[in-house]
Protein backbone atom coordinates (compact mmCIF):
# COMPACT_ATOMS: atom_id res chain seq x y z
CA UNK A 1 0.00 0.00 0.00
CA UNK A 2 1.28 3.38 -1.35
CA UNK A 3 2.10 6.09 1.93
CA UNK A 4 -0.61 8.61 1.18
CA UNK A 5 1.28 10.87 3.19
CA UNK A 6 2.53 14.16 1.42
CA UNK A 7 5.83 16.23 0.86
CA UNK A 8 5.67 19.90 2.31
CA UNK A 9 3.76 22.41 1.69
CA UNK A 10 3.82 26.49 2.48
CA UNK A 11 0.98 25.35 4.79
CA UNK A 12 3.29 22.41 6.80
CA UNK A 13 6.16 24.65 6.52
CA UNK A 14 4.72 27.49 8.05
CA UNK A 15 2.84 25.63 10.58
CA UNK A 16 6.34 23.85 11.84
CA UNK A 17 7.64 26.71 12.29
CA UNK A 18 5.51 28.15 14.80
CA UNK A 19 5.34 24.77 16.17
CA UNK A 20 9.14 24.86 16.57
CA UNK A 21 8.83 28.37 17.90
CA UNK A 22 6.79 27.18 20.82
CA UNK A 23 8.50 24.94 22.09
CA UNK A 24 11.55 26.88 21.60
CA UNK A 25 10.13 28.99 24.10
CA UNK A 26 9.03 26.46 27.01
CA UNK A 27 12.55 26.53 28.78
CA UNK A 28 12.10 30.44 28.32
CA UNK A 29 8.66 30.53 30.33
CA UNK A 30 9.62 28.43 33.22
CA UNK A 31 12.42 30.37 33.44
CA UNK A 32 10.30 33.96 33.74
CA UNK A 33 8.26 32.59 36.01
CA UNK A 34 10.94 30.05 38.21
CA UNK A 35 10.98 33.12 41.03
CA UNK A 36 7.18 32.61 41.82
CA UNK A 37 6.60 29.19 41.03
CA UNK A 38 9.29 26.54 40.98
CA UNK A 39 10.29 25.00 37.65
CA UNK A 40 9.33 21.69 38.86
CA UNK A 41 5.96 22.79 40.60
CA UNK A 42 5.28 24.42 37.45
CA UNK A 43 5.68 21.14 35.35
CA UNK A 44 3.69 18.86 37.46
CA UNK A 45 0.86 21.25 37.35
CA UNK A 46 0.99 21.59 33.80
CA UNK A 47 0.80 17.70 33.26
CA UNK A 48 -1.86 17.22 35.85
CA UNK A 49 -4.26 19.38 34.04
CA UNK A 50 -3.22 18.12 31.23
CA UNK A 51 -4.10 14.29 32.55
CA UNK A 52 -7.12 15.59 33.85
CA UNK A 53 -8.37 16.72 30.16
CA UNK A 54 -6.69 13.67 28.17
CA UNK A 55 -8.20 11.25 30.85
CA UNK A 56 -11.85 12.54 30.37
CA UNK A 57 -11.59 12.55 26.60
CA UNK A 58 -10.28 8.97 26.60
CA UNK A 59 -12.87 7.97 28.78
CA UNK A 60 -15.33 9.44 26.82
CA UNK A 61 -14.23 7.94 23.68
CA UNK A 62 -13.34 4.42 24.92
CA UNK A 63 -15.03 4.02 28.61
CA UNK A 64 -14.04 1.07 30.78
CA UNK A 65 -12.11 -0.48 27.39
CA UNK A 66 -9.27 2.35 27.79
CA UNK A 67 -7.10 0.08 29.45
CA UNK A 68 -7.53 -3.31 27.86
CA UNK A 69 -5.24 -3.15 24.55
CA UNK A 70 -2.03 -4.06 26.70
CA UNK A 71 -0.44 -0.75 27.05
CA UNK A 72 -0.47 -0.23 30.58
CA UNK A 73 3.54 -1.50 31.19
CA UNK A 74 4.92 0.31 28.39
CA UNK A 75 2.76 3.15 29.55
CA UNK A 76 4.37 3.26 32.84
CA UNK A 77 8.00 3.12 31.63
CA UNK A 78 7.34 5.81 29.29
CA UNK A 79 5.82 8.32 31.79
CA UNK A 80 8.53 7.34 34.30
CA UNK A 81 11.13 8.40 31.45
CA UNK A 82 9.41 11.32 31.20
CA UNK A 83 9.30 12.06 34.65
CA UNK A 84 12.74 11.66 35.14
CA UNK A 85 13.24 14.49 31.75
CA UNK A 86 11.41 16.85 33.31
CA UNK A 87 13.22 16.55 36.62
CA UNK A 88 16.40 17.14 35.11
CA UNK A 89 15.19 19.97 32.98
CA UNK A 90 13.90 21.70 35.92
CA UNK A 91 17.09 20.94 38.12
CA UNK A 92 19.02 22.24 35.05
CA UNK A 93 17.36 25.28 34.58
CA UNK A 94 18.03 26.29 38.39
CA UNK A 95 22.23 26.30 37.22
CA UNK A 96 22.45 27.18 33.80
CA UNK A 97 20.35 29.43 30.92
CA UNK A 98 17.28 28.86 29.13
CA UNK A 99 19.25 28.60 25.89
CA UNK A 100 21.53 26.23 26.83
CA UNK A 101 19.27 23.87 28.67
CA UNK A 102 17.27 23.71 25.23
CA UNK A 103 19.83 22.67 22.95
CA UNK A 104 20.77 20.02 25.08
CA UNK A 105 17.52 18.82 25.18
CA UNK A 106 17.55 18.51 21.64
CA UNK A 107 20.25 16.16 21.57
CA UNK A 108 17.22 13.33 22.50
CA UNK A 109 16.79 12.69 18.74
CA UNK A 110 20.41 11.68 18.97
CA UNK A 111 19.69 9.41 21.30
CA UNK A 112 16.62 8.28 20.01
CA UNK A 113 18.83 7.10 16.88
CA UNK A 114 21.48 5.61 18.58
CA UNK A 115 19.65 2.99 20.71
CA UNK A 116 17.34 2.51 17.90
CA UNK A 117 19.80 1.38 15.48
CA UNK A 118 20.47 -1.22 17.54
CA UNK A 119 17.04 -2.51 18.46
CA UNK A 120 15.22 -2.17 15.09
CA UNK A 121 16.24 -3.23 12.07
CA UNK A 122 14.89 -0.60 9.93
CA UNK A 123 16.33 1.89 12.23
CA UNK A 124 19.44 1.45 11.27
CA UNK A 125 21.88 4.31 10.53
CA UNK A 126 24.31 4.27 7.50
CA UNK A 127 27.54 5.27 7.47
CA UNK A 128 27.32 8.48 6.28
CA UNK A 129 24.91 9.12 9.23
CA UNK A 130 27.41 7.59 11.74
CA UNK A 131 29.72 10.21 10.75
CA UNK A 132 27.14 13.05 11.87
CA UNK A 133 26.44 11.33 14.92
CA UNK A 134 29.82 11.32 15.62
CA UNK A 135 29.82 14.99 15.33
CA UNK A 136 27.27 15.73 17.48
CA UNK A 137 28.86 14.04 19.97
CA UNK A 138 31.71 15.97 19.32
CA UNK A 139 30.01 19.03 19.53
CA UNK A 140 28.43 18.45 22.89
CA UNK A 141 32.46 17.33 24.07
CA UNK A 142 33.27 20.92 22.92
CA UNK A 143 30.13 22.73 24.78
CA UNK A 144 31.60 21.35 27.94
CA UNK A 145 34.87 22.37 27.36
CA UNK A 146 36.53 25.55 28.72
CA UNK A 147 33.78 26.50 31.85
CA UNK A 148 34.55 24.56 34.01
CA UNK A 149 36.62 26.85 36.03
CA UNK A 150 34.58 30.03 37.24
CA UNK A 151 31.41 29.18 35.36
CA UNK A 152 28.47 31.28 36.64
CA UNK A 153 25.89 29.82 38.65
CA UNK A 154 27.69 26.15 38.42
CA UNK A 155 26.74 26.06 34.84
CA UNK A 156 28.59 22.92 33.85
CA UNK A 157 26.07 21.10 36.29
CA UNK A 158 22.95 23.14 34.73
CA UNK A 159 24.54 21.61 31.44
CA UNK A 160 25.27 18.16 32.49
CA UNK A 161 21.32 17.85 33.74
CA UNK A 162 20.03 19.31 30.57
CA UNK A 163 22.55 16.82 28.65
CA UNK A 164 20.77 14.12 30.94
CA UNK A 165 17.08 15.78 30.03
CA UNK A 166 17.96 14.75 26.23
CA UNK A 167 19.05 11.36 26.91
CA UNK A 168 15.38 10.97 29.11
CA UNK A 169 13.75 12.40 26.16
CA UNK A 170 15.83 9.39 23.54
CA UNK A 171 14.63 6.55 26.37
CA UNK A 172 11.11 7.78 25.87
CA UNK A 173 11.42 7.54 22.33
CA UNK A 174 12.88 4.12 21.99
CA UNK A 175 10.22 2.54 24.38
CA UNK A 176 7.82 4.02 22.02
CA UNK A 177 8.96 2.86 19.51
CA UNK A 178 9.80 -0.38 20.63
CA UNK A 179 6.46 -1.51 22.62
CA UNK A 180 2.84 -1.76 22.10
CA UNK A 181 2.66 2.52 22.27
CA UNK A 182 3.96 2.05 18.80
CA UNK A 183 0.50 1.40 17.23
CA UNK A 184 -1.44 2.93 20.13
CA UNK A 185 -3.23 7.20 19.55
CA UNK A 186 -1.05 9.98 20.00
CA UNK A 187 -3.54 11.11 22.98
CA UNK A 188 -3.08 7.64 24.99
CA UNK A 189 0.53 8.02 24.82
CA UNK A 190 0.44 11.54 25.96
CA UNK A 191 -1.55 10.98 29.08
CA UNK A 192 0.11 8.10 29.90
CA UNK A 193 3.37 10.40 29.61
CA UNK A 194 1.65 12.78 32.03
CA UNK A 195 -0.37 11.13 34.63
CA UNK A 196 2.22 8.97 35.60
CA UNK A 197 4.83 12.33 35.75
CA UNK A 198 2.42 14.05 37.83
CA UNK A 199 1.91 10.98 40.43
CA UNK A 200 5.76 11.10 40.80
CA UNK A 201 7.11 14.62 40.48
CA UNK A 202 4.34 15.73 42.48
CA UNK A 203 5.43 13.95 46.06
CA UNK A 204 8.88 15.33 44.60
CA UNK A 205 8.14 18.68 44.97
CA UNK A 206 7.57 18.55 48.28
CA UNK A 207 10.14 16.34 49.31
CA UNK A 208 12.59 18.61 47.78
CA UNK A 209 11.19 21.47 49.33
CA UNK A 210 10.13 23.01 46.08
CA UNK A 211 5.97 23.33 46.92
CA UNK A 212 6.41 26.80 47.65
CA UNK A 213 4.68 29.62 45.29
CA UNK A 214 3.37 33.25 44.91
CA UNK A 215 0.77 33.38 42.44
CA UNK A 216 -0.41 36.56 40.36
CA UNK A 217 -1.92 36.82 37.02
CA UNK A 218 1.32 36.87 34.96
CA UNK A 219 2.04 33.47 36.12
CA UNK A 220 -1.49 31.91 35.49
CA UNK A 221 -1.10 33.26 32.65
CA UNK A 222 1.75 31.60 32.07
CA UNK A 223 0.73 28.25 33.40
CA UNK A 224 -2.25 28.44 31.27
CA UNK A 225 -0.45 28.84 27.86
CA UNK A 226 2.34 26.48 28.91
CA UNK A 227 -0.63 23.48 29.66
CA UNK A 228 -2.83 24.68 26.86
CA UNK A 229 -0.75 25.39 23.77
CA UNK A 230 2.69 23.87 24.85
CA UNK A 231 1.32 20.55 26.20
CA UNK A 232 -1.76 19.62 24.85
CA UNK A 233 -1.79 21.94 21.45
CA UNK A 234 1.42 21.59 19.98
CA UNK A 235 1.65 18.00 20.65
CA UNK A 236 -1.52 17.18 19.20
CA UNK A 237 -0.99 19.87 15.87
CA UNK A 238 2.59 17.64 15.44
CA UNK A 239 0.87 14.20 15.60
CA UNK A 240 -2.39 16.07 12.95
CA UNK A 241 0.68 17.13 10.97
CA UNK A 242 2.13 13.20 10.98
CA UNK A 243 -0.99 11.78 9.98
CA UNK A 244 -0.70 14.09 6.80
CA UNK A 245 3.40 15.17 5.83
CA UNK A 246 5.48 12.66 5.65
CA UNK A 247 7.37 12.13 9.26
CA UNK A 248 11.11 12.21 7.64
CA UNK A 249 10.22 15.83 6.04
CA UNK A 250 8.93 17.21 8.96
CA UNK A 251 11.56 16.04 11.76
CA UNK A 252 14.34 18.53 9.62
CA UNK A 253 12.08 21.83 10.47
CA UNK A 254 11.97 20.50 13.39
CA UNK A 255 15.46 20.99 13.95
CA UNK A 256 14.25 25.00 14.30
CA UNK A 257 13.66 24.55 17.24
CA UNK A 258 16.87 24.65 19.37
CA UNK A 259 17.65 27.63 17.06
CA UNK A 260 14.37 29.48 18.25
CA UNK A 261 15.14 28.57 21.70
CA UNK A 262 18.51 29.93 21.93
CA UNK A 263 17.50 32.97 20.34
CA UNK A 264 14.64 33.09 22.62
CA UNK A 265 16.80 33.26 25.95
CA UNK A 266 19.31 35.70 24.36
CA UNK A 267 16.30 38.07 23.21
CA UNK A 268 13.83 37.66 26.16
CA UNK A 269 16.30 36.76 29.22
CA UNK A 270 19.63 37.76 28.06
CA UNK A 271 21.51 34.56 28.17
CA UNK A 272 25.07 35.25 27.59
CA UNK A 273 26.65 32.57 24.63
CA UNK A 274 30.32 32.02 25.27
CA UNK A 275 32.86 30.67 22.30
CA UNK A 276 32.95 27.00 23.52
CA UNK A 277 28.88 26.70 23.51
CA UNK A 278 28.46 28.82 20.29
CA UNK A 279 30.88 26.39 18.49
CA UNK A 280 29.81 23.06 20.17
CA UNK A 281 26.12 24.10 19.90
CA UNK A 282 26.69 24.41 15.83
CA UNK A 283 27.85 20.75 15.16
CA UNK A 284 24.80 19.77 17.51
CA UNK A 285 22.89 20.90 14.90
CA UNK A 286 25.05 20.25 12.04
CA UNK A 287 24.98 16.33 13.16
CA UNK A 288 21.57 16.22 13.92
CA UNK A 289 20.46 17.91 9.99
CA UNK A 290 23.01 15.26 8.72
CA UNK A 291 21.24 13.11 10.18
CA UNK A 292 17.77 13.95 9.36
CA UNK A 293 18.40 14.41 5.98
CA UNK A 294 19.92 11.62 5.02
CA UNK A 295 17.27 9.90 6.65
CA UNK A 296 14.83 11.91 3.75
CA UNK A 297 17.51 10.90 1.16
CA UNK A 298 17.03 7.35 2.00
CA UNK A 299 13.39 7.36 2.34
CA UNK A 300 13.29 9.58 -1.01
CA UNK A 301 15.74 7.01 -3.20
CA UNK A 302 13.54 4.04 -1.57
CA UNK A 303 10.54 5.52 -2.72
CA UNK A 304 11.75 5.93 -6.52
CA UNK A 305 13.23 2.76 -6.42
CA UNK A 306 9.09 0.98 -5.30
CA UNK A 307 7.80 3.11 -8.00
CA UNK A 308 10.34 2.00 -10.54
CA UNK A 309 10.05 -1.74 -9.74
CA UNK A 310 6.18 -1.58 -9.60
CA UNK A 311 6.51 0.16 -13.17
CA UNK A 312 8.32 -2.26 -14.82
Known amino acids: MLDTRKSLDVFSVSTMMVLC ?8 LIKLAASQLDPLMQLTIRYAISALILGGYLWYRQGAGLFSDNTVGAGIVVGILVALESIFIAEGLRYSSASHI ?4 YTGPLFASFGLHFLREEERLSGSQWCFVVLAFLGIVITFMGR ?15 LLSGAAWGATTIAVRTSTLASARPEKTLFYQVSIATLLIFPLTFFMGHSTFEIDGAVVANLTFQTLVLVLGTFLGWYWLLTKYLASRL ?5 LTPVAGVALGVVVLNDALDLWFVCGALLVLIGILGVSVLEVLSVRRAGATSRLASEA
Open 102 to 105: TVFL
Open 251 to 255: SVLQL
Open 21 to 28: LLWGGQQV
Open 148 to 162: GDGAQGNTLLGDGLG
